[in-house]
């Protein structure tokens, strides 16, 4: 199983990078996938989280600015980024997630984003 993200680097702020996230191995229709980011010095926290139904939920820092979504024929999940601020200067993770009996979850390398003032 494979989660590869991309799309990250360096951003000025006010800037609008969209993050991808490809799947191998698994079929995400049934996952809910989120983002999750990592700052220096802090600890990992949820950005954006969908479900399988396709009901978005965000923290309140990127509600309004940020868009999750999910293309299941393609096996991908997206992160559409706005307005980006330089707080925003995290490494982002790609997430899946599904519980049934057992807890199933599978996570990206990760990607940086920098946004610069």
């Known amino acids: 199983v494979q989660l590869v993200g991309s799309g990250g680097g360096l951003v000025q702020a006010g800037g609008s990078p969209r993050l991808s996230c490809a799947a191998s191995?698994?079929?995400?229709?049934?996952?809910?996938l989120a983002w999750f980011r990592q700052a220096p010095g802090k600890q990992r926290e949820l950005v954006a989280s969908?479900?399988?139904?396709?009901?978005?939920n965000y923290a309140d820092s990127v509600k309004g600015r940020f868009t999750i979504s999910r293309d299941n024929a393609k096996n991908t999940l997206s992160l559409q980024m706005n307005s980006l601020k330089p707080e925003d200067t995290a490494v982002y993770y790609c997430?899946?997630?599904?519980?049934?009996?057992?807890?199933?979850?599978?996570w990206g390398q990760g990607t940086q984003v920098t946004v610069s003032s």
């Open positions: 191995g698994i079929i995400l229709g049934i996952y809910r």
């Open positions: 997430n899946a997630a599904y519980s049934d009996y057992d807890l199933m979850e599978y």
């Open positions: 969908i479900t399988s139904g396709g009901s978005a």
